[in-house]
């Protein structure tokens, strides 16, 4: 119940935002293909989710409801789809503030793809355990290197995809 209410939270928030974000396009002269309006959703859906949200069922839905909602046939469409964007990017976060050892860093999503990629390419699997890197490793790797991600996908033992 706590996910739907955070994505109706958050996508309302979003569309709350959205008059203010086109003045901002307009008045800076910013080129809208710079604005990622998903990742900004899904911000607004983590704000919404993370709020009054104790660490201790945080990580449990980090660890076990990665496939709350998943449905055969409807596989990777609609709100499905998005919602393993969001669950992905809170695993990142996760990850970055459980491994993080450089107390310089922010702990958010980049730092936390990077040390999972890092974790993956040398082996620590009892750091990965609850950690599901899909085939398709694009799905999974937002901010990695077209280099890193076909090391990802060698070591997978996967076709180079793009």
């Known amino acids: 119940m706590r996910v739907l209410t955070s994505f109706i939270g958050g996508l309302m928030r979003f569309v709350s935002k959205i008059p203010a974000m086109i003045d901002e396009v307009v ?3 910013v080129n809208p293909r710079d604005v990622n309006g998903y990742d900004i ?3 607004d859906i983590a704000d919404s989710f993370e ?4 660490a201790t069922p945080y990580e449990k839905f980090v660890k076990s ?3 709350l909602f ?3 046939k ?3 469409g609609g709100f499905n789809q998005m919602f393993l964007d969001f669950h992905d990017r809170c695993v990142k976060e996760w ?3 459980k491994h993080n050892t450089n107390e310089g860093l922010e702990n958010d999503e980049v730092l936390g793809e990077k040390l999972i990629y890092q974790d993956f390419m040398n082996n620590k699997s ?3 355990k609850n950690i599901r890197i899909p085939k398709n490793p694009r799905l999974f790797f937002k901010h990695l290197s077209e280099e890193e991600i076909k090391k990802v996908e060698e070591k997978l033992g996967v076709k180079h995809s793009k």
């Open 74 to 76: 409807l596989g990777n």
């Open 27 to 29: 008045s800076k002269e």
């Open 51 to 54: 709020q009054d949200f104790w």
């Open 65 to 67: 409801d990665r496939n």
């Open 41 to 43: 959703v899904l911000k």
């Open 70 to 72: 998943w449905e055969e």
């Open 126 to 128: 009892d750091n990965l």
């Open 95 to 97: 990850y970055a503030i």
